[in-house]
């Protein structure tokens, strides 16, 4: 999978292939099937036809009720983050936009720690939320200082691709493959270092403004990273999916939320940068 987050987790794979697996990975033991009329004569006494025929009239266990994961878990997680997320920014676009370097750092360090763990932390992945908000907040005021508008159009272009993509995965035109995932995973490992160099390259005067992410090439550059981007959120839908029909316990609805909530950061960027680039270039 492409989206660390859900890669580097066990239960947002592939289906497992037996129950006694299934069994072994919760950290349980398999415990062998009682044999027909092994409890003698004592087991007409373990029940009556009252307590029976209640058992049967019983609604069924839904995965609420069994504490595993779903969409309405992922759904609440993910609105309450990006709610967050949104409160902080605002805050420190208002109020100390100048902070945003501390919140990159601070942000990229709990991005990792989160996309690593084993087990979700909810505290974690919260701060991790706060510190992107001064980060955004910030690196959107200085945008918007410099490209008037720039910042309410790349929210508007967040929202529609996320719900394209979500439109496409639903219907499903788009269908996560194999050679799909190793398509996206080589293109954004290439499209990470070509980022990193060219920002070697402007850090160091080599080259000026938007170096290679200038002109022509940059708004080239920009929508490939745009499309790897929503084909990321397409990946991270399928993921959710995979573990929702696996029956996961419910606290991965944690790093469900977190790993959309890094995809539609990254594509708010993209587009952050890409409609400036094009603001630059009239």
């Known amino acids: 999978m492409s989206n660390p987050v859900f890669s580097n987790s066990d239960v947002f794979g592939e289906p497992r292939r037996t129950g006694a697996r299934q069994g072994a990975r ?26 029976l025929d209640a058992m049967y009239q019983a609604p069924s266990a839904t995965t609420a009720d069994t504490k595993r994961l779903t969409y309405d878990d992922v759904v609440i997680k993910t609105g309450g983050l990006l709610a967050l997320l949104v409160v902080v920014a605002a805050a420190t676009w208002t109020m100390a936009p100048g902070i945003w370097p501390v919140g990159m750092v601070v942000g990229l360090v709990l991005g990792l720690v989160n996309a690593f763990k084993r087990n979700p932390s909810p505290a974690l992945i919260m701060l991790y939320t706060v510190a992107q908000g001064v980060f955004l907040g910030g690196i959107s005021k200085y945008y918007e200082s410099f490209y008037d508008g720039v910042v309410g159009q790349a929210v508007l272009a967040t929202i529609c691709t996320f719900g394209a993509a979500l439109l496409l995965f639903r219907s499903g035109k788009v269908r996560v493959t194999p050679k799909f995932t190793r398509w996206l995973l080589i293109a954004m490992v290439g499209y990470l270092v070509f980022s990193l160099v060219n920002v070697v390259l402007v850090w160091t005067g080599v080259l000026g403004g938007w170096g290679m992410r200038g002109g022509t090439l940059g708004i080239i550059i920009g929508l490939v990273a745009v499309g790897l981007a929503a084909a990321s959120l397409i990946v991270d839908f399928d993921s959710i999916k995979r573990g929702v029909e696996q029956g996961v316990p419910a606290k991965f609805a944690w790093s469900a939320a977190f790993g959309l909530l890094v995809t539609l950061i990254w594509l708010y960027l993209e587009f952050l940068r890409l409609l400036a680039i094009f603001q630059s270039s009239d």
Do not use: I, L
């Open 26 to 51: 919760a950290g349980g033991t398999a415990t062998a099937q009682p044999q027909y009329g092994a409890y003698g004569a004592t087991g007409a006494q373990a029940a009556d036809a009252a307590s």
